[in-house]
């Protein structure tokens, strides 16, 4: 996967905002990773399926992960953040 510019939807911003600290501390490294290597086996990268097929997940720990669709050019939208169960209000 090739990753150039990242964006960040109003969503994810705001979802973001509400992490706990250490939690966003993490997110930011997950996301300097992500831009090095986005196939790291850490961030577990997978595409969704089903209702959430086109987007894809990355882990930041065992319980939250980011929400991102690629988009033409190597683009990354960040969708989403927080806990496994965000999926749910996708």
């Not at 850490?42 to 980011?66: A, D, F, M, P, V």
């Not at 991102?68 to 960040?78: E, H, P, S, V």
Request: glycine fraction near 6%; hydrophobic fraction near 40%; proline fraction near 2%.
């Amino acid at each position: 996967m090739i990753v150039g510019e990242i964006y960040y939807s109003r969503r994810f911003e705001k979802q973001f905002c509400t992490l706990p600290e250490h939690i966003q501390k993490r997110a930011i490294v997950a996301e300097d990773q992500f831009r090095e290597n986005p196939l790291h086996s850490s961030l577990r990268l997978h595409q969704l399926k089903g209702e959430l097929h086109g987007l894809w997940s990355l882990s930041i720990n065992l319980t939250y992960r980011i929400i991102l669709k690629r988009k033409d050019g190597g683009a990354i939208l960040f969708v989403s953040i927080g806990k496994h169960d965000l999926y749910k209000a996708l």
